[in-house]
Each structure stands twice: as structure tokens, then as C-alpha cells.
């Protein structure tokens, strides 16, 4: 297969409705959708094997152009085609709507698992087709079918595979079968008619004239089930509209109010997307094996929850508004662990999963031959020690939005959390970056362990009823001191006096802008300034930040990493170099696709996205350096944070800058 029949990764967008996901592309071809679970096998997984992975599209037959956009405020998604007889809309929904006892919060509805795809004529009169090419258990199970009668013209199709089914309802014309996929674009199925690869389909024509309107539907249940009833047109617009209305509410209340609100709004619906709506947990991407280095191997499964990124992620949203999804992640995280911090692991399932082996698929030629395609994360089993830091750090910022809810369980378990932050800060670990090279002493792994000890002690001295002893407060003090004496010791390079990757190591790491970010050192601390000026001049290509140099255990290389450039703007606002801040937060935004979407990395050579896609870090990224722009400019003028959220955040870090 020609590598170049793949879209680029932007040419996707993402749709949600907290129990399943797809991708879809500029010519509204779903390429990737995994109903009822996140971490579900595909049913469509073209993404990863255009010859054999399946996919399900709804275009013209003639030559088109296209626009596309989210309807404003939503993950709503509208493909607009223009060709030569006429304009023709398809809207792509997940319907969603808001259960009543959990506002924000997506319910379970009859029928759900359903992607409702609305064709609408604007203009003139132009010939469609459904193209519809299933695939179960990533491309392993192949698609059976048989026809279920219909109504009014329209034809309904199930096809099923291994425990799976979808019913397919379209009034586009009779859905006839087809060998292999109808890629126009792609010379190489010309020759693959007879090729047992290919996956079989079906395919149906119609004209769709100015003022008509049909609604496509894809359900998805259990091979045993019944077919789902039909839904009339009425009920099709109303759940659409329900599905508008929902996301525009809960964006509405975002409490960001400054000038890069647009991009803040849409990086919390892609968060919000991420949440599996059943447990409150957070995967870090929707997909897996999307590449770091086109035809590369570090292609990983990120369709899992990171403790790490979770946390930060629902941080961010309980700070701009969405309190309940943090509570919520809570619930779930003490429920994963039975509450116990000495089972904490560095990834989960999203329904607390905690073995999560590494399978290589090697029937999949990966996206753009970029193998092994892998399910499941070998992560799972690795110790890293930042965890408990950042865990800590986002309980102690919901806890202090919620008004010090301060439950006996979570008393117990940031508790256990701490003294596994004292009794192991002194080991080795992966970090961070999760190498395969073998454990280290990461200095960012020790500043989260002293963030955690940090945040902990602040705590306590909120509910200084739930202290176990007398001597608790004083010891934790102690060894966040101890601490970070050992960081200021062997963290820092003795000749460029800036903060490294390793302990008594001299390489750079962007995770040493945390240092600054965090309130480990001030912003007229000599050491922001070598620190910044370090990742400036090792680890940025035209102005996109590299995460480290140097070997971890994998062949090849990989792009500059969004949230490090993040990082970078946030630092460069600290340190009150204002205008470099917005430069870098502006070059990031306009690496992002036409609907504001990023991928983990960008390749600064080749202007072009790379890694799973929409990357959750990435968008938390965006919307820490708004904030984080927005305080540094209000700071001397009055106004004040745009959230209290930010107020704290901003107080904490001068705090820690303040803490002897």
C-alpha cells in the first residue's frame, strides 16, 4: 500500500458522546469508531490499514471540495461538499443528552451506541453514495450480513462479527454488495478486486436534491440482539438538536474569559470527549498506533487512563468550571485502587482495568506502514514516581474549588498516597517520559514527589482535625525539605547552572521548565533564566520544543511535543517575557487542524501533525498557557484572575516561591 493514500492525521475530526468515539474525515469517512467502550476493538479501523481496515462514507460521486466545521460550542460535526451540480450538508453526530441526577453528565439512552449522519441538500441536485465497509475485532473478525425489510424505501442492513452487530438504516438508495472499497483516490484497489485482505462492503447511489433531508443511522449492539426500532425524522432532528443543545450548555460554562477563549473552549470539549461517561475516567488519546515517526515503532495505545494526564486534565476542567468531572474522577479513582494508594498503577482501563499486556496486531500495516499497530500499554507495569505528585496536586485543587470536601475515604487515601511519596522518592523510575531503557533518578520525578509532599501538607492544614499524630505535619515538612536540598544539589548543572534531566547528569529535559511552572524556584531565580535558555538552545527547532535527546530504549526519533511548547510559553509568561509567551502559545494554535484539534507531537520539517490524535495533554497544554497568560498580563492592573482557579493556582505557586 502507498503510504501517501493516507490522510494526514489533522485531516480527521473527533466526535464523543462519553460512551463511544469516532474519527471522521474531510470527505466524511468514518475511519474510526469504537462503540460502547473507548478501548473498544474498532469497527472501523481504516486509520490503521486502508486495504483491509473498513470504513463508512457518505459523498459525492462526482469531483468536490469540501469545508467542514463544528456546529460553534460543540462536537457537532458539518461536512459541506460543493460540486459541480450542486451543495449538499452531512452532519455527523453521537447523540447525547444530560442525565438529570448529574448535570454536565451524558446518559445511557434506547437505542443507544448510534451515529446519526444527516444529509441535507442545499443547492442544485447531487448524486450521493454510502459507502459501508465494517470490520470487527481490528480487521481479525470478518462482516457478515443480511438484509432486515424496511419501510418507506428505506433499506437496513445488519452486519455482524465475533459478539457484534451494526444496523445500518439509510433511505439513500438500495444498498447492494461490494468486494472491496470504493477508494477512488487509490489506484492499488484496482487491482485488488480479488484480494481476501479487502474487506467486503455494500454501496448505494441516490440524487439528493436542494431542500431534502435524510438521516443515515449506524446502531450498534450484541450479534444476539434484536434490531433496534426505527427512529422517525422527527426523533432523528430532535436528538440532533438535543445533542447541540447539551454541548452548547455545557460550554457555557467555562469560566475562561480571555482573548484566546475559542481555543480554550474547544480544548475542554475535546477533554470532555475523552471522559468515558460511565466511570469518570479520562483517556490520555481515542486511538492507538498513530505514529510518532511515520514508519516508525513508537506507535502506543493511549485509549487508557494515565493517572498522571488524568489528573492534570481534570484539574484543568474543575478550574474552569466542571467540577463534577472531577469529583466524579475521584470516585473513580478510589473505587480503581479499592482504595488502597499501594495499588496505585501508572494506567488503567477505564473501568479500572489494572493488567493491561502489550499485544503487537501484525496482520495491520499501521498508519502509513508505520509498524507494530499495538493494543494495550506495556506502561501498565512501570514504576513512576511523579504520579503521586501530580495526583496529589490535583486533589488538593478540587478539594479547594469544592469547598473542602474532605471525605474519611479520601482522608485515608491521600494519606496512603503520601507516605508511598516518602517511602519511595529515593528510587529510581521510569519517569515521565516512560523509557524502556531502564530507571533513573529523573529530577522531575523528585520535584512531583516534593510537589505531592507540597500539596499534602496544604491539606492538612485545612482539616487539621484529620492529623494522625502530632508528628505527621512535621515529618512530611521534612522530607519535602530533604527533598528538594536533593534536587538543588544534583539537579542542576554546576556550569550552565539549569535545571536537567537526571540526577548528577548534564542533559536538558523540558520537564525542567516545571521547575519554574511549579513554584520551585522564582522567576528572578537565575535558574529560570539557564533553565529556559538550555530547552531555547538543545532541545527547539523553529520554535517547537523537543522533549529530551538521546537514547530510551526505542529505535528512531520522533516529533517535538506539543505540551513541552506549551510548557515553554507558560515559562517564558512566568518569567514576564510576555511577548514570546503569546508568540509560542500563537505557533501552536496554528499548527492545530481547521477545527482547533492537536495531535501529541508536530514535525517542524514536514508541518505536519504526528502521534494519537486529539492528544488530551496537548489540549490541557492550551488551556494551562491561557491561564497562565492571562494572570501574568492582569498581575499590577486590578481585575485580577479570570477564575478562581487561576487565583489559587497563581497564590499556590508564589506560596511555594515564599516556603523557606
Known sequence: MNADQYPAISDYAFLSDGHSLALIGRDASVEWACFHRYDAAPVFARLLDRRKGGYFRIAPTSPFETTRRYLPDTNVLETTFRTADGVVTVTDCLPVHEDPAHPGRPARRSPGHVLQRHVRGVSGAVEMAVEFFPTFDFARSPAAFSRVEGAGGTSVLRAYGGTEALVLRSALGSLEPAPVPADTDDADYADDADDADACPGHVSRAVVTAGSESVVTLVRTGAGDPVPRPLSLRELDDRLAETVTYWREWAGRCTYRGPYRDAVVRSLLVLKGLIYAETGAIVAAPTTSLP?????????DYRYTWLRDAAAMLAALAGSGYPDEARHFCDWLIGATSGDAKELRVLYGIAGERELDEVCLDHLEGYRGSRPVRVGNGAWEQFQLDVYGELLAALD???????????PERAV?????????????????????????GRRHYVF??????????????ILDRHPDEVRGPELRKRWVREREEIRAEIERRGVDPETGAFVQAFDSSAPDATALQAILRGFVAPDDPRAAATIDLIETELTRDGHVYRYHGGDGLKGGEGSFVLCTLWLA??????????EAEQRLGLVL???????LLAEEYDPLTRSQLGNFPQGFSHLGVIATAYVIEVAKRQGEGPGPSSVAEDYIDKLARARRATP
Open 292 to 300: 510518532e515517526e511515520i514508519g516508525g515503532e513508537r506507535n502506543w
Open 397 to 407: 485543587l478540587a478539594m479547594h474549588l469544592r469547598g473542602g470536601d474532605y471525605r
Open 590 to 596: 496554528g499548527c492545530a487542524n481547521d477545527l482547533g
Open 413 to 437: 487515601f491521600v494519606h496512603d498516597v503520601v507516605e508511598l511519596a516518602v517511602a519511595r522518592w529515593r528510587e529510581a523510575d521510569e519517569g515521565i517520559w516512560e523509557v524502556r531503557s
Open 570 to 579: 507558560s515559562a517564558l509568561a512566568y518569567v514576564g517575557r510576555m511577548e
Open 445 to 458: 520525578s523528585k520535584l512531583m514527589a516534593w510537589i505531592g509532599l507540597d500539596s499534602a501538607i496544604r
